[in-house]
T-cell receptor, first 110, second 114 residues
């Protein structure tokens, strides 16, 4: 059964304090691993897709990496506007639909 | 550039009442999805439509029905609402069901069943 586990559930950082969010997954035949950002009261917003181990993608202060068992979302020198819930999802070979983790709620204090 | 539009944004129902959540996309996407999001549970797929004219059950379909009205519109119906269906409902769309470039989500419908 495809499964996604995100850790930690919540993370509080000071502005400028870099850190990483983890997404561990089990899936038969990974087609893609997705990162989304969700602000309170809004729908998830697509950030990245990673397709194979060793792949990396960057967007502003965010960098996503992928291994065969997990993905990391690295946040460099975060700002308060980076505060949000970050969702990880996988798409496996057995079905095309996305399987989501429960998310990591990130708070960045000035 | 509306993307995915959901109506209503908020709704309160009494147990046993019925209602339909509406979803429309203007991106010419083939596939559409209904998810529910509950605290501590993450996003769970209720139903999806890989293409116009087809619908399939997701992880938590019980108590729901769907209709793919046309390529743009995908509605979710609660025939007899229960308190366990209190949740935030999200509609999403993608170019195809095997799309690896991500889904586009609506802003959600917050439903409370009392």
């Amino acid at each position: 059964e495809d499964q996604v586990t995100q850790s930690p559930e919540a993370l509080r950082l000071q502005e400028g304090e870099s850190s990483s969010l983890n997404c561990s997954y089990t899936v038969s035949g990974l087609r893609g691993l997705f990162w989304y950002r969700q602000d309170p009261g809004k729908g998830p917003e697509f950030l990245f897709t990673l397709y194979s181990a060793g792949e990396e993608k960057e967007k502003e202060r965010l960098k996503a990496t992928l291994t065969k068992k997990e993905s990391f979302l690295h946040i460099t020198a975060p700002k308060p506007e980076d505060s949000a819930t970050y969702l990880c999802a996988v798409q496996g070979g057995s079905q095309g639909n996305l399987i989501f983790g429960k998310g990591t709620k990130l708070s960045v204090k000035p | 550039n509306a993307g995915v539009t959901q109506t209503p944004k908020f709704q309160v129902l009494k147990t046993g009442q019925s209602m339909t959540l509406q979803c429309a996309q203007d991106m010419n996407h083939n596939s559409m999805y209904w998810y529910r999001q509950d605290p501590g549970m993450g996003l769970r797929l209720i139903y999806y439509s890989a293409s116009e004219g087809t619908t399939d059950k997701g992880e938590v379909p019980n108590g729901y029905n769907v209709s793919r009205l046309n390529k743009r519109e995908f509605s979710l119906r609660l025939e007899s609402a229960a308190p366990s269906q209190t949740s935030v409902y999200f509609c999403a769309s993608s170019r195809r069901d095997t799309e690896t470039k991500g889904y586009t989500f609506g802003s959600g419908t917050r439903l409370t069943v009392v």
